[in-house]
């Protein structure tokens, strides 16, 4: 049985796959930071919720990546966990 990053080290091999994969990149990055700084901050969903006044199933979904968020969207959740939202181009 080989390990996940065997996994997926052979699917990379696909350009196919390759390109969704780095294609979902930022929506995994910024699900990440979220998730990071929430825990950081010790809150629950519930609790990020109350705080950026959105409902916790949008937090959920954000979360696990099944939420395509505005901007809008993201500054209300990066001022509740008392965060500023950067976007950048590299």
């Known amino acids: 049985m080989t390990d996940f990053n065997d996994y997926l080290d052979e699917c990379m091999k696909d350009p196919e796959f390759k390109k969704e994969y780095d294609d979902l990149a930022v929506e995994y990055e910024i699900k990440q930071a979220i998730l990071d700084a929430r825990k ?8 990020l919720s109350r705080l950026a006044g959105i409902q916790q ?3 959920s979904r954000l979360e696990n990546a099944n939420y395509n968020p505005s901007i809008a969207f993201l500054k209300r959740i990066a001022h509740a966990l008392g965060k500023e939202l950067h976007i950048e181009f590299r």
């Open 57 to 59: 199933s949008h937090i």
């Open 40 to 47: 950081e901050k010790k809150l629950t969903q519930k609790d």
